[in-house]
């Protein structure tokens, strides 16, 4: 349509203004944008009235009052004299942290299963088939209700436990408990010096990287960087005279028979519900993670393992230095948005009453009635997030494309 | 010289011996396949042990100490020693609830009608051999969410009742999940056609609409969609007009898979080859009639897999609704757990375990059939 030359200078005139592409497409974007301002003066309108009916204030100033609910489980200071503002931030880190521990072990999960796809073992690889179709075929609140109602009920009771690791970790029916750091003064000093090797680390990689180009040496830069990050943490730790200690969970075994159980804020907890949709998000991210994997491996052509082979390098900087860095270009972009989507799916948490943003929202929602702020702030917060990992892919993209002449 | 007579020399050839048993048959197959090597003994080991602690218990749980036939709990409750096994005594009573939720009993045949309805149509559908594709796209796409309209909700001419009203409170089960996920992705598709064809358009606004449009309902999750059709719809209509849930529910979802859908499409349509842009503009072809008659039925017919991909999501998905207070095939067994009469320790395991087959038997067969699609449409357009 509008690929049809312009008319050039002098030329005699269309026939009619109707057949003019130009005229056309300005005609329809008109009537487009004339019915959307339509469509939106139409809502606003009947919100404005249905609000007035209702007798709810719209507006941003129900953040400041009191929020009088509690939180299972939050990262920030919140006690039920807070306001509601600060209940959905406490939902949004609790939305943050479960996407951050679900993309982590997701992130294992999905690579094991995904290389163990490609084995030569048939055992192994019809084992990870049959993970990644069980999973991926049925439904995610599904498996959180199984993990939830049906796996984390059967553990012990209250006054019960189940350890594990060296009875470090104990699993009941109100949560997993563990030893929790305790950071005294002086242990400051740790986090700069974590900080501290990851800038050297940084520098060092470009130091070799400019010297590999120039010299061809190379420098193990992996093995020194894990060297300073643990290295350089661990030495401050006993020079500043060992200012961080672990607590551990207390388990009360004798006394009054209500009293018996874990000790309320002694040690580190993680909620069952936490646990539940945890476990579910990364098991079920990782079958499509793991697909992920395995296409990125196999469209690395074989002549590039035989290219390398042919050039005498041996098969454990082959996989490293020929076919890895080629097979994350084909992975990195899908792998994004499954984790965009493990972020998106995390708002399920309000089936199990774990306190996301979606959960405490919904909270929110029903006791203020700001249906339309609410949903904003939903909205807002996911959105971003997409919007953030949309750009880092392009910039990723960009970085990593194929360079062609 | 030394006798010639003696032949030192074959003059035939010997007699094929068999290959070694090592090499061939399943003793051949094993060593290859399962023990090449030391590591690869060790990982066949392990593999089989995490394959054994994981069917046994099940087979145990589902087949071995499941409880098939009885009235009430007390056939399901664990004997002394033993443990508890399924109870599919359980889902037996609740299967009618399972598949058409608190539809009246009496007008029960007219979701069947309507269940039947949509295999006949959609089978021969699915079937690349079978004849009359087009009538029975029309009658699938067209004709068949009519009638299924009236047979489900009744049908009322001028106050002679023909077929009793059944309000969508009562529906459920998986009459529910059929409902919103085959509505869903059958209106989604004309929706995502226009989209996608609006990102690839060369006016400026229609490109910005659709492409704010997509990235939006791409970008946050269903249940904000779920909760923004049931809580935030009824605000923005004129005072009195309302919504059934149900429908409700189902215009947040078509618009939500309406996003994927686009995607999916464009996907397609960048598929396309420019010369078939340009042939059909040199045989004069107009906008409409170009992407009608030359480019979408190609663009389409490669995206097959991609619409049954996104419609396994959109059935899986349809568990949301339980959310917003809707009865899905899951909300339906989830609510069936607060009934005493069949409360056992193994009832929530069995149940969830029912809706698991379900859902599996469902989105695996849709899988297996996008995979042979993909295989079947992979011809023409690969170089």
């Known amino acids: ?405 | 010289m030394a006798n010639l007579d003696i032949a030192q020399v074959r003059t035939e050839e010997a007699p094929k011996l068999p290959a070694p048993v090592s090499t061939t048959g399943v003793i051949g197959w094993m060593r290859q396949n399962l023990f090449s090597s030391i590591g690869n003994t060790v990982l066949t080991v392990i593999g089989i042990y995490i394959a054994y602690s994981l069917i046994a218990p099940f087979i145990q749980f589902a087949l071995i100490d499941a409880v098939w036939t009885g009235e009430n709990r007390e056939a399901c409750l664990p004997k002394d020693g033993q443990h508890a096994g399924a109870c599919w005594a359980y889902v037996k009573a609740y299967f009618p609830q399972f598949i058409y939720g608190r539809y009246p009993t009496e007008e029960v045949w007219r979701v069947n009608i309507v269940y039947f309805l949509f295999a006949a149509l959609l089978i021969p559908l699915a079937m690349p051999s079978a004849p009359f594709k087009r009538t029975n796209a029309l009658l699938f796409l067209v004709v068949f969410p009519i009638i299924a309209y009236f047979l489900l909700t009744g049908l009322v001419i001028g106050g002679n009742v023909i077929l009793p009203v059944v309000e969508t409170a009562q529906w459920g089960g998986l009459l529910v999940t059929l409902v919103i996920a085959v509505t869903g992705i059958v209106a989604s598709l004309p929706l995502g056609i226009a989209l996608a064809l609006g990102r690839r358009s060369k006016m400026p606004i229609i490109k910005l609409v659709s492409v704010i449009f997509i990235e939006f309902w791409r970008g946050v999750p269903l249940i904000t969609v779920l909760f923004m059709s049931s809580v935030m719809l009824p605000l923005f209509l004129p005072e009195g007009v309302t919504f059934d849930k149900l429908l409700r529910v189902l215009i947040g979802v078509t618009l939500f898979s309406a996003a994927y859908m686009a995607e999916v499409v464009r996907g397609g349509l960048q598929a396309i080859p420019k010369g078939q842009y340009e042939g059909a503009m040199a045989l004069g072809l107009r906008f409409w009639p170009m992407m009608y008659l030359i480019i979408l039925p190609q663009a389409l017919k490669l995206v097959i897999p991609g619409i049954v991909n996104t419609f396994i999501g959109l059935f899986k998905d349809t568990t949301l609704v339980l959310i917003v207070g809707m009865f899905d095939l899951l909300g339906q067994i989830q609510s069936s757990f607060t009934d005493p009469t069949w409360s056992t320790p193994s009832q929530g395991h069995t149940g969830y375990l029912f809706a698991a087959i379900v859902f599996f038997v469902f989105c695996f067969g849709m899988s297996r059939y996008s995979i042979f699609m993909e295989h079947k449409l992979h011809t023409g357009h690969k170089r």
């Open chain 1, 1 to 405: 349509m509008a690929v049809q030359e312009q008319d050039s200078a002098g030329a005699p005139a269309r026939a009619s203004l109707v057949n003019d592409p130009k005229v056309r497409s300005l005609f329809y974007q008109v009537i487009l944008v004339a019915g959307l301002v339509a469509l939106g003066y139409f809502i606003v309108t009947n919100t404005i009235a249905n609000l007035e009916r209702q007798n709810i204030a719209s507006g941003w100033g129900f953040l400041e009052n009191t929020a009088g609910f509690g939180i299972i489980q939050s990262l920030i200071p919140y006690a039920e004299t807070s306001t509601y503002g600060t209940a959905i931030m406490v939902g949004f880190f609790n939305t943050l942290m479960v996407a951050v521990v679900g993309i982590f072990f997701a992130t294992i999960i999905g690579f094991v299963v995904g290389i163990a796809r490609l084995s030569n073992n048939w055992v192994i690889s019809k084992l990870a088939y049959w993970y990644v179709e069980l999973i991926r075929n049925v439904p995610l609140l599904l498996q959180i209700f199984f993990w939830y109602f049906a796996v984390l009920r059967a553990v012990p009771g209250k006054r019960d436990k189940w350890s594990f690791g060296f009875d470090t970790f104990h699993l009941n029916i109100t949560g997993l408990y563990g030893p929790k750091p305790i950071w005294e003064t002086g242990s400051a000093f740790i986090v700069y010096a974590f900080i501290l090797a990851i800038v050297l680390s940084v520098v060092i990689a470009k130091w070799a990287k400019k010297r590999q180009d120039a010299t061809g040496q190379q420098f193990p830069v992996f093995l020194t960087a894990i060297g300073l990050i643990v290295g350089l943490p661990v030495i401050t730790y006993f020079v500043t005279g060992m200012p961080v200690y672990l607590e551990h969970p207390n388990y009360v075994e004798k006394g009054p028979i209500l009293r018996r159980g874990f000790e309320l804020g002694v040690g580190a907890k993680l909620i069952p519900e936490f646990l539940a949709l945890t476990a579910a998000l990364a098991i079920y991210t990782a079958a499509f993670i793991a697909e992920i994997v395995r296409a990125g491996i196999q469209a690395v052509s074989h002549g590039q393992t035989e290219a390398a082979r042919a050039l005498g390098i041996r098969n454990g900087p082959t996989l490293r230095l020929v076919i890895i860095p080629q097979a994350m270009r084909v992975i990195i972009p899908p792998l994004t948005s499954q984790y965009l989507n493990l972020t998106k799916n995390s708002s399920l948490a309000v089936a199990i009453a774990f306190p996301d943003l979606v959960s405490v929202g919904g909270t929110v929602l029903n006791q203020t009635g700001q249906a339309i702020e609410i949903i904003a702030i939903w909205m807002a917060v996911y959105l971003s997030l997409s919007l953030i990992t949309s750009a880092f892919m392009n910039w990723y993209n960009q970085r990593m494309a194929l360079v062609e002449r």
